[in-house]
């Protein structure tokens, strides 16, 4: 059980253009879920917190009008890069917190989604 | 604004030694969790600790957390090249994760 899946896994596009990464709980209803930006050799840097049915809460320095994130459901949060560029090339994980038949607290960790822009 | 730190960050040891990665934190927080992440994958759930004096173990690693020092410790026992990766420990402000900045761990013969 708890298992979170990325779609895509990776991606590469053209500077300019916009990409969307869905983020799923397969098996439990997510009351939040989160994403996570990891350059490389760094930590993860938490972008967002999203609720379903409500707005996202955007960390520090973030560019809400950039990285568009929807929780439409409680199985489904989408994180949309608008006019991506070279410097949002990055490693995006998404997680998910619910209670999967144990603890509501724990985050339920996705497999990433690999961004390259051109 | 809750700090978590890790150290060392880098460690290379050899095969069959102990060691010791410490996570410091800021706050105040009850619940404390130690990652695994290998290169190009996502974090990979170690340890969940939920309560002073908590202590946990899995195979080789060992994780322990005390409240008052606001200090988790990840104890490898004789490490072996399987445990190469990178590690993190994060802290829950109630809110969100804090991550470390993680321990990039090389087990080398």
């Known amino acids: 059980g708890a298992v979170v899946s990325q779609h895509p896994s990776w991606v590469i596009c053209k500077s300019g253009t916009s990409v969307k990464i869905e983020c799923r709980s397969l098996?439990?209803?997510?009351?939040?879920m989160f994403w996570y930006r990891q350059f490389p050799k760094q930590s993860l840097m938490l972008m967002a917190t999203?609720?379903?049915?409500?707005?996202?809460?955007?960390e520090q320095g973030v560019e809400k009008d950039k990285f568009l994130i929807n929780h439409a459901s409680l199985t489904l949060s989408t994180l949309t890069v608008t006019s991506a560029h070279p410097e949002d090339s990055s490693f995006y994980i998404c997680?998910?917190?619910?209670?999967?038949?144990?603890?509501?607290?724990?985050?339920?960790f996705g497999p990433g989604t690999r961004l390259t822009v051109t | 604004e809750l700090k978590v730190e890790q150290n060392p960050l880098f460690l290379s040891m050899q095969e069959g030694k102990n060691y010791t990665i410490y996570c410091n934190y800021s706050?105040?927080?009850?619940?404390l969790y130690w990652y695994r992440q290998d290169p190009g994958k996502s974090l990979e759930s170690l340890f969940v600790l939920l309560s002073n004096g908590a202590v946990k173990q899995e195979g080789r690693l060992m994780a322990s957390l005390d409240t008052k020092a606001r200090l988790s410790t990840l104890h490898i026992t004789a490490a072996v090249h399987d445990l190469s990766a990178t590690y993190f420990c994060?802290?829950?402000?109630?809110?969100?994760?804090?991550f470390g900045k993680g321990t990039s761990l090389l087990v080398t013969p």
């Open positions: 999203s609720n379903e049915g409500s707005k996202a809460t955007y």
């Open positions: 098996d439990f209803q997510a009351t939040t």
């Open positions: 994060a802290v829950d402000s109630g809110y969100a994760l804090n």
């Open positions: 997680s998910a917190r619910g209670a999967p038949g144990g603890a509501s607290y724990e985050q339920y």
């Open positions: 706050t105040t927080s009850d619940r």
